[in-house]
């Protein structure tokens, strides 16, 4: 068996559980491929325990049975773009704040290998939305959102979108936000979005600090295409995938369709989408 492991380099409270985790795969015969900017961080403190790993690789050009990401929800997206097309499922272990694709703590992470080699994992399929431009030279996708906002802090943008090639609207507002049901407890949350369930076929388009009472948040079907063309008095807005962000001149045109691939998130038997809302969001009720 092998397993790809991704991480935060920012572990320094949790190398005791990386330590025995690493060696228990060790013990297990598991191979081990690791991205090397984590690889170099443990290898500093921990190389004995490192005996599992047999590649050391920034690309998506290897083989898994599974990968896990030990970090919060941003190094869980930093997972994905480094697994890439290869459909290898991912397990996220929480290290960080409110790890909402995170399927365990980091005091179960020793638990992981067992979990993995019995099977008794289930995963679900996320889905990603493309940019199509070529202003985007990088990985073009995200699994949680696309954002374009103002560069210039004194001047909000006008986005000219349309949907299915019909115009729905010009979003007059700080920014725009079009987030995957998997990003909808992210920045959309936090603009007023509604909260969606991850299996749902739909995008919302919530807008930032819209410029009028009546731009409200608005879920569409991602079977549509999307392009926006965004106006402004400055010469550059920003177009940001999952926090990698870029700026480019104004008027240059933003399309949007659905990835051709999904992301396998890995989580445990009986585990549900409405209970990590419940527990994340505190909506249990005292006795």
Same mark, same amino acid.
């Given at each position: 068996?092998?397993?790809?492991?991704?991480?935060?380099?920012?572990?320094?409270?949790?190398?005791?559980?990386?330590?025995?985790?690493?060696?228990?795969?060790?013990?297990?015969?598991?191979?081990?491929?690791?991205?090397?900017?984590?690889?170099?961080?443990?290898?500093?403190?921990?190389?004995?325990?490192?005996?599992?790993?047999?590649?050391?690789?920034?690309?998506?050009?290897?083989?898994?049975?599974?990968?896990? !990401?030990? =970090? &919060?929800?941003?190094?869980?997206?930093? +997972?994905?773009? /480094? %697994?890439?097309?290869?459909?290898?499922?991912?397990?996220?272990?929480?290290?960080?704040?409110?790890?909402?694709?995170?399927?365990?703590?980091?005091?179960?992470?020793?638990?992981?290998?067992?979990?993995?080699?019995?099977?008794?994992?289930?995963?679900?399929?996320?889905?990603?939305?493309?940019?199509?431009?070529?202003?985007?030279?990088?990985?073009?996708?995200?699994?949680?959102?696309?954002?374009?906002?103002?560069?210039?802090?004194?001047?909000?943008?006008?986005?000219?979108?349309?949907?299915?090639?019909?115009?729905?609207?010009?979003?007059?507002?700080?920014?725009?936000?079009?987030?995957?049901?998997?990003?909808?407890?992210?920045?959309?949350? !936090?603009? =007023? &979005?509604?909260?969606?369930?991850?299996? +749902?076929?739909? /995008? %919302?388009?919530?807008?930032?600090?819209?410029?009028?009472?009546?731009?409200?948040?608005?879920?569409?079907?991602?079977?549509?295409?999307?392009?926006?063309?965004?106006?402004?008095?400055?010469?550059?807005?920003?177009?940001?995938?999952?926090?990698?962000?870029?700026?480019?001149?104004?008027?240059?045109?933003?399309?949007?369709?659905?990835?051709?691939?999904?992301?396998?998130?890995?989580?445990?038997?009986?585990?549900?989408?409405?209970?990590?809302?419940?527990?994340?969001?505190?909506?249990?009720?005292?006795?």
């Amino acid at each position: 068996m092998r397993i790809a492991v991704y991480g935060s380099r920012r572990q320094d409270n949790y190398l005791p559980e990386i330590e025995a985790f690493m060696r228990r795969l060790a013990q297990m015969g598991v191979e081990v491929v690791m991205h090397p900017k984590l690889y170099k961080y443990l290898q500093a403190v921990m190389l004995p325990a490192l005996a599992a790993v047999r590649r050391v690789t920034d690309s998506s050009d290897f083989t898994a049975d599974a990968s896990v !990401s030990i =970090g &919060g929800d941003g190094t869980f997206l930093r +997972t994905a773009m /480094w %697994v890439s097309r290869s459909d290898i499922p991912i397990l996220g272990v929480n290290t960080g704040h409110l790890g909402y694709m995170t399927a365990l703590s980091v005091d179960r992470l020793s638990e992981v290998p067992e979990l993995i080699m019995s099977g008794t994992l289930s995963y679900e399929r996320r889905g990603l939305i493309e940019v199509v431009s070529p202003e985007i030279k990088t990985w073009p996708f995200a699994l949680n959102e696309v954002t374009i906002s103002k560069d210039d802090s004194a001047s909000m943008i006008d986005a000219m979108t349309y949907l299915d090639g019909i115009h729905l609207a010009d979003y007059c507002a700080d920014g725009l936000i079009i987030a995957t049901p998997t990003g909808s407890t992210a920045y959309n949350l !936090s603009v =007023g &979005g509604p909260v969606i369930q991850p299996q +749902t076929r739909v /995008w %919302v388009i919530s807008p930032i600090a819209a410029h009028t009472l009546t731009m409200r948040p608005l879920v569409i079907s991602d079977s549509s295409s999307l392009s926006i063309l965004p106006q402004a008095r400055a010469e550059h807005f920003r177009l940001t995938l999952d926090g990698r962000s870029v700026s480019l001149p104004v008027g240059t045109e933003i399309r949007l369709r659905r990835a051709d691939f999904d992301v396998k998130v890995l989580h445990l038997p009986g585990s549900s989408f409405i209970e990590t809302l419940r527990n994340k969001l505190h909506w249990g009720i005292e006795q």
